[in-house]
């Protein structure tokens, strides 16, 4: 069975740029949570998708937005790009979206805005 | 406020040693989960609880609900278990079990 998958692995955008990022979860799986890690912050919850919904949303600017497609891939979109932005943003999926649903995480995408 | 403190910071230990990690957070959650990140970045989930124990391998996880705590211990490390250790909480007050307070995580190195 594969795991999460997260594309691309590594990628470099100048300020002022847009980027999107991709997530397809596990085969089955219907919840997808994204999660942004700084050196500085660490790892924080950016939002959750389930059956194409957002069911939450971090506390992060509206520049950061997502989407969930109907075989439950995600992406997430960030836009005018800020160098406070590099970070690694790693997504998990899990089965269902209730509490004693194990999550499964994907390798990360690294991102650096320069 | 919803939050979780992770100690030690550093941990270094000779094979073989017990391991032990500890979490600590500020209100009642749904479930605690605790973290392995190798270098590279990837995570991978090695347990989710919300009461007693768990064991998997060498690992042990335990939860007190009621000091709100949650240890994380390693029997007979090897050189292998070195890696960031982080534990989550998933907190009632949240509006998903998925958003997740992390804390600030573990970097266990473990000599040969």
């Known amino acids: 069975k594969a795991g999460v998958t997260q594309t691309p692995r590594y990628l470099i955008k100048t300020r002022g740029q847009q980027v999107t990022l991709s997530c397809s979860p596990i085969?089955?799986?219907?919840?997808v949570s994204w999660y942004q890690q700084t050196p500085g912050q660490g790892l924080q919850f950016l939002f959750e998708?389930?059956?194409?919904?957002?069911?939450n949303k971090g506390n992060f600017p509206g520049r950061f937005s997502g989407r969930q497609f109907s075989n439950s891939r995600s992406e997430m979109n960030v836009s005018t790009l800020e160098l406070g932005d590099s970070a690694l943003y790693l997504c998990?999926?899990?089965?269902?979206?209730?509490?004693?649903?194990?999550?499964?995480f994907g390798q990360g995408t690294r991102l650096t805005v320069v | 406020k919803n939050e979780v403190e992770q100690s030690p910071q550093n941990l270094t230990a000779q094979e073989g040693e017990f391991i032990t990690i500890n979490c600590s957070y500020s209100?009642?959650?749904?479930?605690l989960h605790w973290l392995q990140q190798h270098p590279g970045g990837g995570i991978v989930s090695l347990f989710m609880?919300?009461?007693g124990k768990k064991k998997h391998g060498r690992l042990i996880a335990t939860i007190n609900i009621q000091e709100k705590h949650s240890s994380l211990h390693i029997t007979a490390s090897h050189p292998r278990d070195s890696a960031v250790y982080i534990c989550?909480?998933?907190?009632?007050?949240?509006?998903?079990?998925?958003?997740?307070?992390f804390g600030s995580g573990t970097q266990l190195t473990v000599l040969p």
């Open positions: 085969s089955g799986h219907r919840s």
């Open positions: 998708y389930f059956s194409e919904t957002q069911r």
């Open positions: 209100v009642g959650i749904s479930a």
């Open positions: 989550a909480a998933g907190f009632l007050s949240s509006g998903s079990a998925r958003q997740l307070t």
């Open positions: 609880l919300s009461s």
């Open positions: 998990a999926s899990s089965f269902s979206e209730g509490q004693d649903t194990e999550a499964f």
